[in-house]
C-alpha cells in the first residue's frame, strides 16, 4: 500500500491530532482546509495519508455497523518501546480503545477526532512466528512482557 485518503470533519484539525499523537508532518497543507497530505515518521514515501475537509454536519461512520466500508488502518512502529510511547500518548489523549497480542504483531487500536478507527502496531520478526502465522490471533496485549520478551533484540 502506498497511502490511504479520508474524509474527515475537519482536515487540519485530524492532521493536528496525526501531528501530535503520531509524529506525522505535513508535505501539503491546503491554506483553506480543504486538505491535508501528511507523511508518517521515518517514511519516504511523498505522503502516507491524506485528510479531505467533509464539514462538521457529517455525520459517524457506520462502516461496519450499518454499511460496508474500511475498519481500520494500520502504521506500525519499528520498536516495542516506541509501541508503548504510542500507546501512552493514546491513553492520554484519551483516543486508546484497546490493545491486542496477534502472535506475528502487537498492536494498539485508536480513534481519531471523527471516530475512525485505526491501529499502531509492531512486527515480530519472521523467525518468531511459528505456528502463529497461520493463525489469526486476538489476545490481550501484555506490553510489558512482550518488552522484557524481545530485550535482547532491542540491545542489537
Given at each position: 500500500?502506498?497511502?490511504?485518503?479520508?474524509?474527515?470533519?475537519?482536515?487540519?484539525?485530524?492532521?493536528?491530532?496525526?501531528?501530535?499523537?503520531?509524529?506525522?508532518?505535513?508535505?501539503?497543507?491546503?491554506?483553506?482546509?480543504?486538505?491535508?497530505?501528511?507523511?508518517?515518521?521515518?517514511?519516504?514515501?511523498?505522503?502516507?495519508?491524506?485528510?479531505?475537509?467533509?464539514?462538521?454536519?457529517?455525520?459517524?461512520?457506520?462502516?461496519?455497523?450499518?454499511?460496508?466500508?474500511?475498519?481500520?488502518?494500520?502504521?506500525?512502529?519499528?520498536?516495542?518501546?516506541?509501541?508503548?510511547?504510542?500507546?501512552?500518548?493514546?491513553?492520554?489523549?484519551?483516543?486508546?480503545?484497546?490493545?491486542?497480542d496477534h502472535g506475528a504483531n502487537k498492536s494498539v487500536y485508536a480513534k481519531?477526532?471523527?471516530?475512525?478507527?485505526?491501529?499502531?502496531?509492531?512486527?515480530?520478526?519472521?523467525?518468531?512466528?511459528?505456528a502463529e502465522e497461520h493463525e489469526a490471533i486476538v489476545r490481550p496485549l501484555?506490553?510489558?512482557?512482550?518488552?522484557?520478551?524481545?530485550?535482547?533484540?532491542?540491545?542489537?
Amino acid at each position: 500500500m502506498n497511502h490511504a485518503v479520508l474524509y474527515v470533519r475537519d482536515a487540519h484539525r485530524t492532521a493536528e491530532f496525526y501531528s501530535r499523537v503520531l509524529g506525522f508532518t505535513a508535505v501539503i497543507d491546503d491554506p483553506q482546509n480543504r486538505f491535508m497530505f501528511m507523511r508518517a515518521p521515518a517514511s519516504e514515501n511523498h505522503h502516507d495519508i491524506a485528510f479531505f475537509t467533509v464539514g462538521d454536519e457529517a455525520g459517524p461512520s457506520a462502516a461496519g455497523r450499518g454499511t460496508v466500508g474500511l475498519y481500520h488502518l494500520a502504521w506500525e512502529v519499528p520498536t516495542l518501546e516506541e509501541l508503548a510511547v504510542v500507546r501512552d500518548r493514546l491513553e492520554a489523549e484519551g483516543a486508546l480503545v484497546g490493545a491486542s497480542d496477534h502472535g506475528a504483531n502487537k498492536s494498539v487500536y485508536a480513534k481519531d477526532p471523527d471516530g475512525l478507527e485505526f491501529e499502531v502496531m509492531w512486527l515480530v520478526p519472521a523467525d518468531h512466528w511459528g505456528a502463529e502465522e497461520h493463525e489469526a490471533i486476538v489476545r490481550p496485549l501484555d506490553l510489558d512482557a512482550e518488552q522484557r520478551r524481545f530485550a535482547d533484540m532491542a540491545e542489537r
